[in-house]
């Protein structure tokens, strides 16, 4: 069945954008690699080739749920075409729908049977989804578990002599001991197992006595700092201390969710970022991202730093740990501050979120959901995810929410920025992204925002990546996750 007006048809320029699309591509402009790719479907759409590269462009910029869409339309129109089977695989793999993954691999590896890269992948699948059936058996209901942090006992744990890392005395954490880790793990040395226990086990009972919509305070005349994805890079995290400062009571910061996955350096990040929130409460507030969980940390790489790093049983207590992080907050009662956005219905309150029981792992719908998930169109109203996950909502969404609950702007994270940064809803709404670079290959800017009182008019700082050690993002992850990265 044609997918256009055949009196628009040109096949000859739609090979020519194809062309053009698929050098923006190797240039990792994924962005203009979409677009131009829409350009050769709309002059060509039965052709699957351009729906199967635009869906592996879509995926590359993690906006899983388009590449699905795209994957599947190349697979309608040429039912033989592995490619397209193959790259709605990895898409689905990336959303942690293995199941869904698993029968597009099985696919491949029928129309390509004696491809050794199709059944090298296929058995990784298909040992991904016997382990995550295995898991499911032998899990323990969410009623049923018991703390991880309740078992465990820091003070017992002995500090050998010949340790020379940085060492927190008695129970006070210190800008001393945070400023010693930090070299430290510049140089590439790690903290102590029982120091870093204390730290995640303190941060944790500081969290646990948030409310799930946090106020935060800025007196006139001082400012307060906030961030976006971090993702791992530890070595840009030391530059935007170096460009802002430290954080104090004096120079608070809010970083908005995703501290880890993707980079190498998670580990590095999280325990900086709870050492200092140990040090001073009021100088730092951190948000719970979409990658704060389970399923992400077990694709993208936090869950197999930890391991290496650290222990086994480090990987349940981080996820314990990040249950209890707010999942919102309010500068001055007038910014709302999220890591992804808005919702998928009007009328929703600050007391609504307020509400929400956040002491568990994300759910696939529903305003916990929608906060991690969602990002901004430009189109008004509302619309399907690119990302597969929560929704798009437009400037009259925004200013409707804003509206009624007397605010004035949401700022948000979640979205990858050329410049690290987008203003966008009329200047209702701006993104701010932190991690340079991303992924070493993405060539943005990041960017964080000081607000200072009372004006809170945003002034935002822009900033490029700095050299780290040659650790490739994903380094941790299973061999499996890193064949899609």
């Not at 906030?226 to 970083?255: A, R, T």
Request: aromatic share 10%; with cysteine; glycine share 6%.
């Amino acid at each position: 069945m044609p997918t256009m007006d055949p009196a628009n048809s040109n096949p000859a320029r739609a090979e020519e954008l194809k062309v053009l699309a698929n050098e923006a591509f190797n240039a990792h402009k994924f962005a203009q690699a979409i677009d131009l790719y829409t350009q050769a479907i709309d002059l060509n759409g039965d052709n699957a080739v351009y729906w199967a590269n635009r869906a592996l462009a879509h995926t590359k910029l993690e906006e899983y749920g388009s590449a699905i869409i795209d994957a599947t339309k190349a697979v309608e129109i040429d039912p033989k075409y592995s490619k397209g089977y193959y790259r709605r695989g990895a898409a689905y793999l990336a959303m942690a729908k293995f199941k869904e993954a698993l029968k597009d691999f099985q696919q491949v590896k029928k129309l390509c049977p004696n491809d050794p890269d199709a059944s090298k992948k296929l058995k990784e699948c298909e040992k991904a989804v016997m382990k995550l059936k295995f898991e499911e058996a032998i899990s323990v209901p969410e009623s049923q578990r018991r703390s991880v942090a309740d078992s465990v006992d820091y003070t017992t744990i002995v500090v050998e002599p010949e340790y020379a890392g940085a060492r927190i005395e008695g129970d006070v954490v210190t800008l001393d001991f945070v400023k010693k880790m930090m070299d430290d793990f510049k140089n590439q040395k790690s903290l102590h197992r029982r120091y870093a226990l204390q730290i995640v086990l303190q941060t944790r009972e500081m969290l646990r006595s948030l409310p799930t919509l946090v106020d935060v305070n800025v007196p006139d005349g001082k400012h307060f700092t906030v961030c976006g994805d971090v993702h791992g890079q530890f070595y840009d995290l030391l530059n935007i201390f170096e460009l802002n400062g430290f954080p104090s009571e004096d120079n608070p910061y809010l970083f908005n969710g995703d501290f880890v996955d993707r980079g190498s350096f998670s580990v590095e990040v999280i325990l900086t970022l709870f050492a200092f929130k140990c040090m001073c409460p009021t100088a730092m507030y951190l948000a719970r991202g979409n990658h704060e969980s389970k399923s992400m940390n077990k694709i993208y790489g936090f869950e197999g730093e930890v391991r290496s790093k650290l222990s086994e049983i480090f990987v349940e207590l981080f996820a314990e740990v990040f249950c209890c992080l707010p999942l919102a907050h309010v500068i001055n009662n007038k910014i709302f501050v999220v890591h992804g956005g808005l919702f998928s219905v009007d009328g929703v309150k600050l007391s609504e979120i307020s509400a929400i029981d956040r002491f568990r792992e994300p759910p696939e719908e529903g305003l916990m959901c929608e906060l991690l998930w969602s990002d901004p169109q430009p189109q008004l109203g509302r619309g399907p995810s690119k990302r597969g996950v929560g929704l798009s909502f437009g400037a009259d969404v925004t200013k409707k929410f804003l509206k009624e609950n007397n605010l004035d702007l949401v700022v948000r994270s979640h979205e990858v920025k050329d410049e690290g940064y987008e203003i966008e809803h009329d200047g209702k709404l701006i993104t701010v992204f932190s991690a340079p670079n991303y992924c070493d290959q993405m060539g943005n800017k990041g960017a964080f925002i000081r607000f200072e009182a009372p004006s809170l008019k945003p002034n935002i700082v822009t900033f490029s990546a700095v050299p780290h050690p040659d650790v490739k993002p994903m380094a941790y992850a299973n061999n499996f996750f890193r064949m899609f990265s």
